[in-house]
């Protein structure tokens, strides 16, 4: 059973600055992928950024210039450092794992900007 934890989330100005963090139950290098997704109200969940295992790492482009991902194997963790942040960042933000067998998912954090 994996388990994901996300933490970091809260509410922040316009032009701010948070970092997610996700804890996984297990190593990331058993990941085909591993990364951020986010639900806004009334809206689909998307991908945020997200790691593959063949090295690519992948952004949203509303996001690329502004948010980052990076990894510490050693912790089993990784992060979303945003900065730059906009009102319409404002969303649920789920840490997601995917191996060959299973798409797992954490709790979400909510990340509101106010403008």
């Known amino acids: 059973q994996v388990q994901l934890v996300e933490s970091g989330g809260g509410l922040v100005q316009a032009g701010g600055s948070l970092r997610l963090s996700c804890a996984a139950s297990?190593?990331?290098?058993?990941?085909?992928?591993m990364g951020w997704y986010r639900q806004a109200p009334g809206s689909q969940r998307e991908s945020v950024a997200v790691?593959?295992?063949?090295?690519?790492?992948a952004y949203a482009d509303s996001v690329k210039g502004r948010f980052t991902i990076s990894r510490d194997n050693a912790k089993n963790t990784v992060y979303l450092q945003m900065n730059s942040l906009k009102p319409e960042d404002t969303a649920v933000y789920y840490c997601?794992?995917?191996?060959?067998?299973?798409?797992?998912w954490g709790q979400g954090t909510q990340v509101t900007v106010s403008s």
């Open positions: 997601n794992m995917r191996r060959l067998l299973g798409n797992y």
């Open positions: 297990v190593s990331l290098v058993s990941a085909d992928n």
């Open positions: 790691f593959s295992r063949g090295g690519i790492t």
